[in-house]
């Protein structure tokens, strides 16, 4: 019989439960710190891609849905129609709108790229380079090479020019989830909140000044996704994770759960108003003043698709650091192959 009082311990790590002072052994504790973020970082990697993948597949739903057939154009056309013409709300577009440009996308991402090189972070300053790059260069080529639209409701009137997806759309997206990944973490909620406002209010701008449909600010918003979740994936496997604290928001934790409920609802509440103007829009002109809650629904996706994003991207980056540098071991770096349960051996 072993003798109780040796000092000898066990290498293996406790799966059924942790003992506590008492010592007593709690079944419903997590697992042991080591093993915890082994998982954290494998699984991150895949939910990322997921979500990357749902993403795409979205896109590519929302262009077969909104501009290949014609109750989704009528339903664009209906938002268009039903903005409004307030010159204060104008104004305010206007000047949203004006903070999009070449050279405001060089300037911004370059004070992104040398933020996270001054946090040591040299890999992720590539990696953001490359979401920024690739989001926008990916709008270019589906509006103006790719992605066609056919005059489905022969009008005269009826717009014909590619405009899927936004281009300043993604600009303020891409920079937006950009911050999100080059903040410290305990930031991540705070940038989010501001970077995805800011892309919302430029999406919005682009309706109501008449640039772009809803579902060309929304295909933005997927396009950019898709590429910052392959980024994210990549700085995982290649880098792994570090551990932080809940990012906080005045001092309170804010649950990314609530984020996504919101997100959703307002989704939902468009997709009613959505269906209202398909059967209202059966056949009938209306003007901008009946047409006035369309675009109020339009605006109501635009943020929740946003909200959803961010949620999503916040929920899956909880208590991680991304590119941690390697000698901040008070971070608990756990490096590619490690982090992804494999030993030094099998990656060699």
């Known amino acids: 019989m072993a003798d109780p009082s040796s000092d000898s311990v066990s290498l293996s790590p406790q799966r059924d439960g942790v003992v506590d002072d008492s010592g007593s052994v709690d079944p419903v504790s997590p697992p042991s710190d080591g093993d915890e973020r082994r998982l954290t970082a494998r699984w991150r990697a895949i939910l990322l891609l997921a979500f990357g993948l749902l ?24 938002a268009i129609v039903g903005r409004g013409g307030g010159q204060l709300i104008q104004l305010t577009s ?47 080529v589906l509006k103006t090479e790719l992605l066609s639209r056919p ?30 990944l080059v903040v410290p973490a305990r930031l991540r909620v705070m940038a989010g909140l501001i970077g995805m406002g800011y892309a919302v209010a430029v999406g919005a701008a682009t309706l109501t000044a008449g640039w ?26 290649w880098r792994g994770i570090g551990t932080s604290p809940m990012p906080e928001i005045f001092g309170r934790t804010l649950s990314s759960w609530r984020l996504l409920v919101l997100g959703v609802a307002l989704v939902a509440a468009a997709g009613l108003v959505t269906g209202t103007v398909v059967v209202v829009l059966d056949g009938r002109d209306l003007d901008a003043g009946q047409l006035g809650p369309s675009y109020v629904g339009a605006v109501a996706a635009i943020a929740g698709v946003a909200i959803v994003i961010l949620s999503v991207l916040l929920w899956i980056l ?27 051996s099998d990656a060699r």
């Open 55 to 78: 993403c795409a597949v979205a896109l590519a739903g929302l262009y077969l849905g909104a501009v290949r057939t014609r109750p989704g154009q009528r339903v664009d056309e209906a």
């Open 94 to 140: 206007t000047r949203a709108l004006d903070t999009i440009s070449l050279s405001s996308l060089a300037v911004a991402a370059a004070v992104l790229l040398v933020f996270a090189v001054t946090r040591r972070r040299p890999r992720l300053a590539l990696g953001v380079a490359v979401m920024i790059a690739g989001a926008n260069v990916t709008t270019q």
């Open 151 to 180: 005059d489905l409701l022969d009008r005269p009137g009826a717009a014909t020019v590619p405009s899927f997806p936004s281009g300043h759309a993604t600009v303020a997206v891409s920079l937006a989830l950009a911050l999100v």
């Open 212 to 237: 772009h449909r809803p579902s060309d600010v929304i295909a933005a918003y997927l396009v950019a996704t898709v590429w910052v979740t392959a980024v994210l994936a990549g700085l995982l496997a």
């Open 318 to 344: 909880r208590g991680a650091r991304i590119d941690p540098p390697r000698d901040q071991t008070d971070e608990r770096v756990v490096p590619f192959p490690e982090a992804w349960g494999l030993p030094e």
